[in-house]
């Protein structure tokens, strides 16, 4: 079920029902987001995923940072193809359009520090680089 679309997910339900919703994909996701000995973590990232968005900040040099809005539609299953747009609100004409399994978006929210991602996330973005490379000790 793609999220947003009236068949998916109860995004924003309270409550009890939020963790029904939540828990059957723990286990889903778990095995490629280092288990559950990063369950806090997972169940942060899984609610996320659900929402189909998230804002951060990209730091840059001085520090100065752009503020960025991501959006992704698809299936939350580990292995599924999220569609992914990432828009700069200061920057209009930046738009970046790319997918990516779902599992390792999850593993990116994990991740992140307050409002940034981490450096792995966007040296895939730029470079292409593959997460968990040897060049890539982040992920």
Do not use: K
């Amino acid at each position: 079920m793609p999220f947003g679309s009236p068949e998916s997910f109860p995004v924003g339900a309270s409550g009890g029902d939020a963790a029904s919703v939540l828990e059957p994909l723990f286990p889903l996701f778990a095995p490629y987001c280092g288990g559950v000995a990063y369950q806090s973590l997972l169940e942060q990232a899984v609610s996320q995923l659900l929402s189909g968005s998230w804002d951060g900040r990209r730091r840059i040099a001085e520090g100065r940072d752009h503020r960025f809005t991501l959006q992704w539609e698809g299936e939350p299953a580990p292995l599924e193809a999220l569609s992914c747009q990432l828009r700069f609100p200061a920057f209009p004409q930046v738009n970046y359009t790319f997918s990516l399994p779902a599992y390792q978006l999850v593993s990116w929210l994990m991740q992140r520090q307050g409002d940034e991602f981490p450096v792995a996330f966007w040296s895939w973005l730029f470079t292409g680089e593959q997460p968990g490379t040897a060049e890539d000790p982040s992920t």
